[in-house]
């Protein structure tokens, strides 16, 4: 591509080889490091810029640090394609903020009814207990996501519980980024510079899936290991990450989310993408809306977790 | 209910089996007799029998949610467990209302739905999971389609009730052999102390093989060992007490009335006999087994016909004697047991037979007489420790099972729909066909084998490989060969092949191998030709 307008730094929305890149101001710094330290432009959310004589503006999208929905308009027709989003509160990152558009392309990562997230404040309640109890039994804790985003946002749910939290070198790497973008996090150590003897089970451990069947884990001893993703409300996805917990925290919109969504942009016209695609267009239409489907490279996998690594 | 679904929660969470008995033990302390009554009846796997069937749940579950049907079928293929679809899409519930207890909520409002119409049934539907939160729902909606199962075996949970009940293990054990009630009262009489109970109907906790992973050398000495043929049959015990027969599989269901060849040579047995063996489909002019598919006649009826006794004779084939005159003599070494059995059959008649034995000085001169099993319609050696009594359960050591290899084939993926449980939302079932005249025609469905690296790659290619679908099936290119291995092979109209093979499982994944290299139809019928 001659110019990229990217919607967030997760590897299967943001790929090295174009020529130009401009995303939302807050998420600069990391697809710069995420493309390797290459110069990246970046507008603020809700600034207008013009290509080829199309209006193109970014709003926040809620999903992780400096994600964004795009905004085009052209001859008073206006596009808006959603990128990865959700709703719910996060504090690490700028709220969704609806835009009114004729066509709207949307995500639909959890596009099924049975994802429908529990209570935010719940799920908090439940990782604290489960740290609690392991740290009196002497285990460590061990709680995956993804190294940007997800981490974070874990970070920010573990705020208050005045324990030390150590973190791999790719959730630390992306924590700076964070910090430097003016988030709010509570201190964190990197596990690599941790004091030898360190005792473990006093605190917690954020680091990336990726890690979890890897000899870095060996250091910690006796663990209990927890997975945090959307994927974690179904126990089959649950029982498959053979982990002793699964914790419900999503960075994307959960059905009632999605739908409601979709109203509120008002359009006339939705196109799915990146999920259950057929299952959400089919729905809309039986709704009374006009709704198709956007192909993608990354729908194979999007019912499923990616299979390794540390994208989103 | 709330207890109970804690309880099934915190043992699908766990992993380690102190932690599941800890978990049982302490559900087991604190529940009412009832309760405890029902949930020990249910873990133990005498799950009530399926009420409501899986299509008309869906039709409920899309009334009451307002979704349209074909959203609840596309939200079950992806989660993969109707009673999780439905509970998952009823949603948090209201969180404050009182727990009702286990058994109210099976006796009142799970068993009386089998007797109301479908109105009454959806409206009691709509009350009962008013009363529950999304965990509650998921145990109810499982005993409601009879796929209740948790992680737990019998064994576990015996030990669980042994340990809450401050009783030995053995006690508890025995007490559970046959039919349970769940009812306070049961309950009562199993924790209850002391013993001096008459031992009824019930049939003695099974011994059970181990396989042997290693080499037969490793066992010791020949000599120290009994050697016997694997039967492919139904293992059970006949229970000769009070002047009644009572014939008990290992799943521990009474089989009284399937098989009246047996129960009638059984009233020749002296009062107080217990005979362990299998049930074999037996042909009587070549004194072999029938292949299992004939005995699968026998088991599906529960009163058989003159004619299909006829065409399909049993025989309970003995080899071990756990009770005489009365007497438990499991602590008895298996060579005295062997002996007094041998005694206690000889007498009896063709439909009674003792499992002989096969001599030989070496492992070497066994394993070449291994390779005669699958003709005599066996499945390998069971080899058993001379000196030892008859274990409860699996102890290793006692009793080894010396399986001959499986049958297999190299055969190429066609078709895969998601799998459910661990593997909902991922392509796991497969289906595999073998050529014939240029076309693929289907041999088997296979479920398990792979490794779960293996089976996300293969999800993956079925994902960017699909040339089809059907509802939930997808068609795929043909470009993927396995080694499947299978105990048996019978001809069957399921399939296009015609051939139907038995526990087809995946040996493994040929790389190496492109479709075109995989098994034609042909080379698998002379594997059913080989056979006996």
């Not at chain 2, 009182?98 to 007797?115: F, G």
């Not at chain 2, 109810?140 to 401050?166: D, E, I, P, Q, Y």
């Not at chain 2, 080379?523 to 080989?530: E, K």
């Amino acid at each position: 591509m001659d110019r990229a307008v990217i919607t967030h730094a997760h590897s299967d929305h943001l790929s090295q080889g174009s020529a130009a890149y401009l995303v939302a101001a807050p998420g600069q710094a990391i697809a710069a490091a995420r493309l390797g330290g290459r110069s990246v432009e970046s507008i603020a959310y809700g600034e207008r810029t013009e290509i080829n004589g199309v209006r193109v503006s970014l709003h926040p999208a809620g999903h992780v640090l400096g994600s964004a929905q795009v905004r085009v308009e052209h001859r008073g027709e206006v596009w808006v394609i959603s990128g990865d989003y959700k709703t719910e509160p996060d504090p690490t990152c700028a709220s969704f903020e609806v835009q009114r558009a004729h066509v709207f392309v949307t995500e639909c990562t959890f596009g099924l009814p049975v994802y429908c997230w529990p209570d935010h404040t719940e799920v908090v309640r439940d990782i604290h207990q489960w740290i609690t109890a392991n740290r009196a039994a002497g285990t460590t804790s061990v709680l995956f996501g993804y190294s940007l985003g997800k981490a974070q946002r874990l970070l920010s749910m573990l705020d208050g519980l005045d324990i030390p939290i150590w973190t791999h070198g790719a959730v630390e790497g992306m924590t700076a980024l964070y910090r430097a973008g003016g988030i709010h996090l509570p201190p964190t150590t990197p596990v690599a510079s941790a004091m030898a003897q360190t005792d473990w089970s006093a605190g917690v451990v954020v680091a990336p899936p990726s890690a979890a069947t890897s000899p870095w884990m060996h250091r910690f001893g006796d663990v209990s290991t927890a997975f945090a993703s959307g994927w974690m409300h179904v126990r089959g996805a649950r029982r498959r990450r053979n982990a002793d917990r699964g914790f419900v925290v999503s960075d994307h919109a959960d059905w009632p989310a999605l739908v409601a969504t979709i109203r509120a942009t008002g359009a006339e016209r939705v196109l799915a993408t990146h999920g259950f695609t057929d299952v959400l267009a089919r729905y809309l239409n039986e709704l009374g809306l006009d709704a198709g489907v956007v192909p993608t490279r990354w729908e194979g996998e999007q019912d499923n977790e990616p299979a390794v690594g540390d994208s989103p | 209910m709330k207890a109970f679904a804690a309880l099934f929660a915190a043992l699908d969470a766990s992993s380690s089996t102190n932690d599941k008995v800890a978990l049982l033990e302490e559900y087991f302390g604190a529940a009412e007799p009832r309760d405890a009554a029902w949930a020990l009846h249910v873990l133990m796997g005498n799950r009530p029998r399926r009420i409501l069937s899986g299509p008309a749940l869906r039709v409920i579950a899309a009334a009451e949610t307002g979704l349209p049907l074909w959203l609840v079928e596309a939200s079950h293929h992806q989660v993969g467990d109707l009673a999780e679809t439905v509970a998952l899409l009823l949603g948090e519930r209201d969180k404050n209302v009182d727990s009702v207890s286990l058994a109210d909520i099976i006796e009142q409002r799970l068993l009386p739905l089998r007797r109301l119409d479908e109105h009454s049934q959806r409206d009691s539907l709509r009350a009962t999971w008013a009363m529950m939160n999304t965990t509650e729902c998921l145990v109810f909606n499982k005993l409601l389609t009879g796929a209740f199962r948790v992680g737990v075996g019998s064994g576990l949970v015996t030990r669980a009730v042994a340990r809450a009940s401050n009783q030995p293990v053995d006690v508890i054990a025995y007490r559970l052999m046959g039919a349970w009630e769940p009812s306070a009262e049961a309950w009562t009489r199993l924790v209850e102390h002391g013993d001096g109970e008459s031992p009824g109907t019930r049939p003695f906790p099974f011994c059970l093989a181990a396989p042997i992973d290693g080499s037969t050398d490793d066992l010791g000495a020949p000599a120290d060992f009994l050697v016997e043929w694997k039967w492919d049959g139904i293992r059970a015990q006949v229970v000769r007490r009070d002047n009644g027969t009572w014939v008990w599989s290992r799943g521990e269901e009474m089989l009284n009335g399937r098989f009246p060849e047996i129960e009638a040579m059984a009233t020749r047995l002296n009062d107080g006999t217990v005979l362990d063996g299998e049930i074999l489909a037996w042909d009587h002019a070549t004194h072999q087994p029938l292949p299992f598919a004939s005995l699968q006649r026998r088991i599906q009826r529960k009163t058989p016909s003159r004619r299909i006794i006829n065409e399909v004779p049993v025989v309970f084939v003995a080899y071990d004697l756990l009770e005489a005159d009365g007497v438990d003599i499991r602590n008895l070494p298996m060579d005295e047991r062997r002996q007094r059995l041998e005694t206690v059959v000889e007498s009896l008649g063709s439909a009674m037979t003792v499992s002989p034995l096969v001599d030989a000085d070496s492992w070497n001169e066994l394993a070449a007489v291994r390779e005669n099993a699958r003709s005599m319609g066996t499945e390998g050696f069971m080899i058993k420790r001379r000196d030892a009594p008859y274990a409860r359960g699996r102890v290793r050591g006692t009793w080894w099972k010396w399986k001959v290899d499986p049958l297999s084939i190299d055969a190429v993926l066609t078709a895969a729909q998601p799998g459910s449980g661990r593997r909902a939302g991922l392509y796991t079932d497969y289906t595999f066909g073998v050529w014939h005249a240029g076309v693929l025609v289907t041999i088997a469905k296979a479920y398990s084998g792979l490794t779960d690296a293996e089976i996300r790659e293969v999800d993956r290619f079925v994902r960017r490989h699909t040339t089809d679908r059907f509802g939930p099936v997808r068609m795929v290119e043909p470009r993927l060969v396995f080694e499947l291995a299978f105990e048996g092979i019978r001809p069957s109209k399921r399939h296009k092949s015609g051939l139907a093979v038995r526990f087809p499982r995946i040996a493994r994944w040929r790389t190496d191998k492109l479709a075109a290299d995989a098994d034609t139809l042909e080379t698998v019928r002379q594997l059913l030709d080989a056979q006996p």
